[in-house]
């Protein structure tokens, strides 16, 4: 029973970590309509700016300040060069769009720091605690709780203050939206920003745990079966769908994956997405989607 | 010079002499109703669209559909076409009762239909669209497709034929090779029409066929509705705002409001009709 | 002046319906053909077989996807899965049952292929637009775990890599390039051509039917889950047969990797690049994706001379393939082949400027 827990528990922890790289698709598809497979390569780029930074000697909140400001440039790039020329092209256009951003990003990003794994270390205590005869990780813990924090915020942003709203008209219609007066543009760059921010976060807790290395990008690969699980449109959904996913795929790898040869962790979630895809396409907690004639 | 058509057949042709002119008046050629549709209600989660709505349509008749924006009548269109499907009711057509019909069964059986928001193949050129419509007839597998033989090859010369006349009875013979999407509203609305002729169906459902043209646009177009249903005898079912048009073409008028038919007769009975005055002018004070 | 429609008048629909209805295109299309033809007399062997050859096979792996998500509508990142299934089961028809001629053994490996993309494709009745995508990724995924861990598939090969036998085809031994060349250049050039014919006749329309506007289609009475399931079997027979073809005429050995999820996506970069949704447009698109590469080095090696580190030079690929993409998704999403045609219209007039 024990060892249940343990992978059920490790299994969560790590759903936490899908889901802070699903809260920025979400946060992306939500206000712009778009879905980013970059969004992988943006985490791996914010954490290894950060990490480049930090081995220069840079104090370590300058450092955070200094990533921030690259992924704020960078939003305003993608911005000017990627979305602003394809301003109400279909959805399949965009989506393949960011599949050449990801590679783009990527090589970039080996072309500019190597391919060699950084280590990163957050200061933060690594000693284990022991609750009810389980073994989690204090780190975990904390990057759990900070998950929570950010889904917090980041429902109240959308859902109560101007600019929430602003984003989700975009997210829309944009022409509608840049009918009624919505700068299109400066909400496009605040959600990348955004977005930048979640993935410096994302990319800095897994380089954490794993050491910031390349397949860090396939991370995204993750994170789609959890959006579809959770809704694309749904903040709470990515934290709850992350856990899901985390959790289901290791006790599928511990407990049936001896039966089939293992190594079934990696396509499990998808089947898992096939499924809510027949049953309940607009996942947990998503927008259900009329079409009219 | 006027086309004569023979319906039998099915087959558009030029002729020449004017004794073979069909010259019918209106009111001999409608026969027994074709289509019933009994108690039909639909709604959207919580929002009713079509409450307990029954009329029938019979043969030949040009049937006009009326009514305030949002009274439903895109859905009624749309329950007989089978795009949507009503929580209650039933719809007969020919004989063959269904509580629900299904969008390519309601094709089979011979029913076709034009979009408000025109549904045509935007990457796909005029002649294209119009083959479209000769789908079901096409009976031709992948295979004979693949090397060009056959039934393939034959009967996309003789389906180019068919639709080179409703080019021709559409007066669109110029644009044939333009891709849909880069013509004009008006001219996009008529190949819409083609792609619908182009079945031959026995039911032609149109919804708002002459809606954003002008006055020159409109007369052409209701001179097409009319040989269609004059020349080729299909019944048409009609969905139109301009009041105009409606008096002058339709043989009875069927009028919705807020999802529920309130008068149905001919246009200059309802026109008189208290209910239809009041939805529409409001009542007098 | 040498491209001009003037004087060529079609009294016949059969004469309208031609593939190449202008003179100057047959022609065109004529004198590629000889080159195709004659190309190994003049040309290294070592070009046959790096260029070439896989210029035919993605070519045809390219024309396969576009049949689903250009011509089809269906987004689909699975390309490879289907290639690995047309590749394994080519090898195994052809090592268990020697005496099964190998082509048969390759139209086994498309047909399996269609079938199991068949398979995949029946979530697509519900499921539209980048959904898809995302079953297309999991077929990718299941694909590549089924290849590396149910041993049968593999015949338990070492590390799961299969080496494929040397083709004999009614007596003839198919083992130089030139004759590797010309087998794939048969092959392709036929599969083309049929691909041309079934997308200007009923099938071709009823895909874009339901690419453009599904409802509507519907409503004229074309089945959706019938012509989805058809775009599926036709594409991924397909790639089978391109990656039977990559398998027993290009790599000779392959394992499950070969047929990875980058694979997939730079045969969707083939179709985006070259155009979507056109059969020219397939070729122009593997033409450019594997020639970059080749341009890439040749060009930094010129600029940077030697010092350049072939990792470097393999992110900075990377980030050109990214840029392009990009590129031609901003400025002609309609690929090379809408390029084409522009430079044909424009090559009508000439040298008048309208």
């Known amino acids: 029973m024990t060892f249940f827990l343990e992978v059920l528990i490790s299994g969560l922890l790590s759903g936490v970590m899908y889901s802070l790289v699903a809260l920025g698709l979400v946060l992306i598809f939500k206000a712009s309509g778009v879905f980013n497979f970059a969004q992988g390569s943006m985490a791996l780029f914010a954490a290894l700016t950060f990490v480049s930074f930090l081995e220069m000697g840079i104090n370590f909140w300058v450092c955070l300040l200094m990533t921030m400001g690259v992924m704020v440039i960078l939003a305003f790039l993608v911005e000017k060069f990627i979305l602003r020329p394809l301003i109400n092209q279909p959805m399949i256009t965009l989506f393949m769009v960011t599949i050449g951003l990801d590679f783009f990003l990527e090589g970039f990003a080996q072309l500019a720091w190597g391919t060699q794994v950084h280590r990163l270390d957050l200061g933060i205590p690594n000693d284990a605690l022991f609750i009810f005869d389980i073994m989690i990780g204090k780190q975990d813990i904390f990057i759990a709780v900070t998950a929570a924090f950010l889904v917090l915020v980041l429902t109240v942003f959308f859902n109560k203050t101007r600019m929430g709203r602003a ?34 976060v994302a990319g800095l807790a897994w380089g954490n745990s794993l050491g910031v290395q390349f397949s860090l990008k396939t991370i995204t690969l993750k994170a789609i079966p959890v959006i579809i699980l959770g809704g694309f449109t749904s903040i709470s959904g990515a934290i709850v769908a992350g856990l899901i996913v985390g959790a289901s ?10 039966f089939v040869g293992g190594g079934i962790e990696n396509f499990f979630p998808y089947l898992l997405a096939i499924v809510f895809l027949l049953i309940r396409p607009n996942g947990l907690f998503g927008d259900v989607h009329i079409d009219r004639v | 010079m006027n086309t004569a058509i023979k319906y039998n057949e099915t087959v558009f042709q030029g002729l020449s002499s004017p004794i073979d002119v069909y010259a019918r008046t209106r009111s001999q050629k409608i026969g027994a109703p074709i289509l019933q549709v009994k108690n039909v209600s639909l709604s959207f989660g919580g929002v009713a669209a079509l409450e307990d709505v029954s009329f029938n349509v019979k043969e030949h008749e040009l049937l006009a559909i009326i009514g305030p924006n949002g009274a439903g009548k895109s859905s009624m269109l749309n329950v007989i076409n089978g795009v949507y499907h009503p ?14 019909m299904n969008a390519h069964h309601s094709a089979e059986q011979g029913i076709a239909r034009t979009f408000q928001n025109i549904a045509l193949f935007p990457g796909m050129t005029v002649i294209d669209n119009i083959m479209t419509g000769r789908n079901l007839k096409m009976k031709a597998n992948f295979l004979e497709q693949a090397l060009y033989i056959g039934r393939a090859k034959k009967e996309e010369i003789y389906h180019r034929q068919k639709v080179e006349e409703i080019l021709d009875f559409l007066h669109i013979q110029p644009i044939r090779k333009t891709p849909v999407g880069r013509l004009p509203y008006g001219l996009q609305k008529r190949v819409e029409l083609g792609r619908a002729l182009a079945a031959e169906p026995r039911l032609l459902l149109l919804d708002e066929p002459m809606a954003g043209m002008n006055m020159e646009e409109k007369e052409d177009m209701c001179r097409f509705i009319l040989d269609v249903n004059d020349e080729l005898g299909t019944t048409i079912i009609l969905i139109e705002h301009d009041m105009g048009v409606v008096m002058d073409i339709s043989d009875r008028v069927v009028v919705l409001n807020y999802g529920m038919k309130i008068a149905i007769g001919t246009p200059k009975a309802v026109c008189e009709d208290k209910d239809v005055i009041e939805a529409y002018l409001g009542v007098n004070p | 002046m040498f491209y001009r429609e003037t004087g060529q008048f079609k009294t016949s629909y059969a004469a309208d319906r031609a593939i190449f209805p202008i003179r100057q295109d047959l022609y065109g299309m004529g004198i590629l053909l000889l080159l195709a033809l004659t190309v190994p007399f003049f040309v290294k062997e070592y070009w046959l077989s790096a260029i070439l050859i896989p210029f035919l096979v993605f070519s045809l792996a390219a024309l396969g996807l576009n049949i689903l998500t250009g011509y089809a509508g269906q987004l689909s990142l699975g390309a490879s899965a289907f290639m690995a299934v047309g590749a394994y089961t080519a090898w195994n028809i052809s090592t268990r049952l020697p005496q099964v001629p190998l082509l048969v053994s390759f139209i086994a490996g498309g047909i399996t292929a269609a079938a199991y993309g068949m398979f995949i494709g029946i979530p697509s009745l519900r499921i539209k637009g980048f959904y898809l995508a995302v079953t297309s990724l999991a077929a990718v ?5 089924i290849f590396t861990h149910i041993g049968w598939f593999y015949n338990y090969e070492l590390s799961a890599t299969i080496s494929t036998p040397e083709m004999v085809i009614a007596g003839i031994k198919f083992d130089t390039p030139i004759r590797r060349y010309y087998l794939t250049l ?13 997308m200007r006749c009923t099938i071709g329309r009823e895909f874009m039917a339901i690419r453009d506007m599904d409802v509507a289609a519907e409503v004229i009475g074309i089945r959706m889950l019938r012509t989805k399931l058809v775009a599926f079997g036709i594409s991924s027979f397909y790639l089978g047969v391109a990656g039977a073809l990559y398998a027993f005429v290009y790599l000779r050995s392959v394992s499950a990797a070969s047929f990875d999820l980058s694979e997939s996506l730079h045969i969707l970069f083939m179709i985006i690049v070259g155009g979507v949704g056109s059969i020219l447009g397939s070729f122009l698109g593997a033409a450019f994706i594997l020639l970059m590469p080749i341009f890439l080095n040749l060009g930094a090696h010129a600029v940077l001379g030697n ?48």
């Open chain 1, 167 to 200: 984003l989700r008209a975009v997210a829309d219609d944009h022409q509608g939206a840049m009918s009624v007066g919505i700068p299109l543009k400066h909400v496009w760059v605040m959600v990348w920003i955004v977005a930048g921010f979640v993935a410096l």
């Open chain 3, 307 to 354: 010092s350049i580190d072939p990792q470097n030079l393999a992110t900075l690929e990377l980030m050109v393939f990214g840029g392009l993409i990009i590129f031609f998704l901003i400025a002609e999403p309609h690929g090379m082949a809408r390029l084409w045609q522009i430079i044909k219209e424009k090559l009508r007039i000439w040298p008048f400027p309208h």
């Open chain 1, 249 to 258: 795929e290791k006790l599928a790898e511990v407990f049936l994956g001896p």
């Open chain 3, 141 to 145: 995924f299941l694909t590549e775990w």
């Open chain 2, 87 to 100: 929580q209650k009711g039933q719809i007969t057509f020919f004989g063959e009762t269904r509580h629900k």
């Open chain 3, 186 to 198: 048969i092959i392709v050039c036929l599969m083309a051509l049929a691909a041309k014919n079934m």
